[in-house]
């Protein structure tokens, strides 16, 4: 059973940092591109940063120079640093593994998925 199991949100002051964490199994990590989506209340689900299975890296206008992605391919841990946060980033953040058209051990995978969200509140 895939499972992403996420960690590190909660609350911080406006200029604070935060990191969060996606774990994965073995196989989803290996092949998947992987990243973290985020809803504010009334707001649609927006992407925030994407990190491929190659190590290449997008973000979101909103977040570039404040955010960034990694990963521990031994951890099998996606790593989401939040700095300088604003209120504005307060929403619920998803994690999400997109391994869709690619084959590990002979399993070809048809769907992503999606962790099961943390909460980050930036507020004085």
């Known amino acids: 059973q895939v499972q992403l199991v996420e960690s590190g949100g909660g609350l911080a002051q406006p200029g604070g940092s935060l990191r969060l964490s996606c774990t994965a199994s073995r196989n989803i990590f290996s092949i998947s591109d992987m990243g973290w989506y985020r809803q504010a209340p009334g707001k649609k689900r927006e992407l925030v940063a994407r990190?491929?299975?190659?190590?290449?890296?997008n973000y979101a206008d909103s977040v570039k120079g404040r955010f960034s992605i990694s990963k521990d391919n031994a951890k099998t841990t996606v790593y989401l640093q939040m700095n300088s946060l604003k209120p504005e980033d307060t929403a619920v953040y998803y994690c999400y593994a997109d391994p869709r058209g690619r084959y590990f051990g002979g399993i070809y995978y048809s769907s992503d998925y999606w962790g099961q969200g943390t909460q980050v509140t930036v507020s004085s």
């Open positions: 990190i491929s299975s190659g190590g290449s890296t």
